[in-house]
Structures are given as structure tokens and as C-alpha cells.
């Protein structure tokens, strides 16, 4: 018979947001794997709880080299729990690649349900919640990040991105650039702990805020690209709109069809605004006649 294995979501900030089953599998596991032994021994104490099982480490740096060891214990009939520091395993954080394993393997997975910042930044932000995507962490080189953020910059779902308080003014700033300076958005910074803050107000507006320097864990939500209508989309929108496809890779024909059909103008309109915002920066455009 094989075992089982527990992912189990651990406190974002307040240790008293612990679910009553995290403490019965920490007295229950054969083997606890997690991110990082020394938080785990913070939160066992809090929780006044003493494991009985073996502790192993499991973070981004073993997570490859471990993974088999922990499928074998599962295999052998081991109830194999795994914490993250904090919020649920795999999201952001190491686990994935042992539960593709056990599951490989036919092994039972299941979950001890607990905090998430994902979920409590949406429920505080006061931005639409019924449809959204979590995007993770924007990659650190700039270049990079403006190209991450240029393929959703049309996405019309909430976005949630964690993101390291020593970059959030770049980020903030990059966001501006690419969603708009009046993107609705909001910092979520140390949730559930003392210094709790919540930031709400334009992109512009936010990076301007960060420039002065924040501390502690940040979670940002930004509110999704509005649907656009034929009358709200005038012909600066639409060329920006082909020129977000194109530095994304698409070709131009491609991106003006695209963009003509999600404004509902037709494939002349937006191929003249292209036109007229090339020749307003002093060059001409690369296809020499309409679509």
C-alpha cells in the first residue's frame, strides 16, 4: 500500500490563521518536507505541536535531487507532509515537481487548505474578483519584464503578480508604461501581519509611492484591460494596441486583423492609425499599402 502525500498551507503572517488540521499533520507525518527547517521549528512552537516524523529540507536549491528520495518514502507507505514558509505549496513555491511525481506514480495527493496571499490580495483589493490569473514574479532584467507584461497587457482578467519589495517601483513603473498610467491597481504589503497596508490608486500613481522605498512581502493587483468598444477605442489605442503585438513577435497584418476584430472597426481604421502614429514619430511603416 502506498502512502500519502499532504501539502499543507501554512500562515502568510499571523500564526492564529493556522487551519486546525495543519497541527494534527505535523503530529502525524513520517516525513515533513520543508521549504526551510528553521520556520518550521517558529511555526511548531506556535502551534505547540512536537513532530514525531523525520524533518528534511525542500527548496528551490534540492527540490530536483530530493523529489525522487521523498516518491520512494511515499511509495514504501510513508504519509509524506510538505510546508512551504508560508501559503500553499507549489504556488510560487516549491512542490510542483513532487506532486507530478506522486501522481506519476498513482500516489494519493491531497491538501490541508490554508492562507493564500493570492486569494486574500484579491478580497482586499476592491477590484473585480469573478475572473483573474496569477502571473507569479515578473522576471527581475527589465527587458524581460516589459515583454512578460506586454503579452497580458490586453487581458481583461484581474492580474495578481508577487514581487520583491527592492524592484516594486520598477515594476509599478514598467506596469504604468505598458497598462496605462490610470490602471486601477493595489499593493498589498504584509498582509495579515502588524504592519498590514494596502495601497489603492492608478499604476502612476502606486510607482510614485514605491519610489520612496517599501519593505516586508508584496502581492500586487491590477485590474484587468477594459473591454473596449468602437467608440473608446480613438486611433492612438488602436495603434498601440498592434504595436503591444508586435514587439511581442507578431506580424504587422497579423496584429491590425487581430486588433480590428477585437475593437469591431474594420482592418482600414486601425491600419490608418498605425500609419498616422508612425508619421507622427517621424517614420513610415513597415507594409507599404492596406491590409
Request: a negative charge; aromatic letters at 4%; one cysteine or more.
Amino acid at each position: 500500500m502506498t502512502g500519502t502525500l499532504v501539502l499543507a498551507g501554512t500562515p502568510i503572517g499571523d500564526t492564529a490563521d493556522a487551519p486546525p488540521r495543519l497541527a494534527a499533520e505535523l503530529v502525524a507525518a513520517d516525513v515533513i518536507a520543508a521549504e526551510d527547517t528553521r520556520r518550521l521549528r517558529r511555526l511548531t512552537q506556535a502551534l505547540e505541536v512536537r513532530p514525531a516524523g523525520r524533518v528534511v529540507s525542500y527548496f528551490e536549491g534540492n527540490e530536483s535531487a530530493r523529489t525522487p528520495e521523498l516518491v520512494e518514502s511515499l511509495a514504501g507507505g510513508a504519509r509524506v507532509l510538505l510546508v512551504t514558509d508560508a501559503g500553499m505549496p507549489s504556488v510560487s513555491d516549491p512542490g510542483y515537481r513532487l506532486v507530478a511525481a506522486a501522481v506519476e506514480r498513482g500516489i494519493t495527493v491531497t491538501a490541508v487548505p490554508g492562507p493564500s496571499a493570492v486569494l486574500t490580495a484579491l478580497a482586499v483589493s476592491g477590484l473585480p474578483v469573478d475572473r483573474f490569473c496569477f502571473e507569479g514574479f515578473p522576471p527581475r532584467k527589465a527587458g524581460e519584464r516589459l515583454t512578460r507584461l506586454r503579452e497580458v497587457a490586453d487581458e481583461r482578467r484581474t492580474l495578481v503578480w508577487f514581487e520583491a519589495p527592492h524592484r516594486l517601483d520598477d515594476t509599478l513603473a514598467a506596469m504604468a508604461e505598458v497598462f496605462g498610467p490610470d490602471r486601477r491597481a493595489a499593493v498589498c504589503r504584509e498582509l495579515t501581519k502588524t504592519y498590514e497596508e494596502v495601497r489603492r490608486g492608478p499604476l502612476a500613481e502606486l510607482a510614485a509611492w514605491a519610489a520612496e522605498g517599501v519593505r516586508g512581502e508584496i502581492t500586487i493587483v491590477v485590474e484587468g484591460a477594459p473591454a473596449p468598444g468602437p467608440e473608446e477605442a480613438g486611433p492612438a489605442e488602436l495603434a498601440r494596441r498592434v504595436a503591444v503585438r508586435e514587439e511581442a513577435g507578431e506580424r504587422r497584418k497579423e496584429a491590425i486583423a487581430a486588433v480590428a476584430q477585437e475593437a469591431g472597426v474594420p482592418k482600414r481604421q486601425v491600419f490608418d492609425a498605425v500609419v498616422a502614429a508612425k508619421n507622427a514619430a517621424g517614420s513610415t511603416p513597415r507594409e507599404g499599402k492596406a491590409p
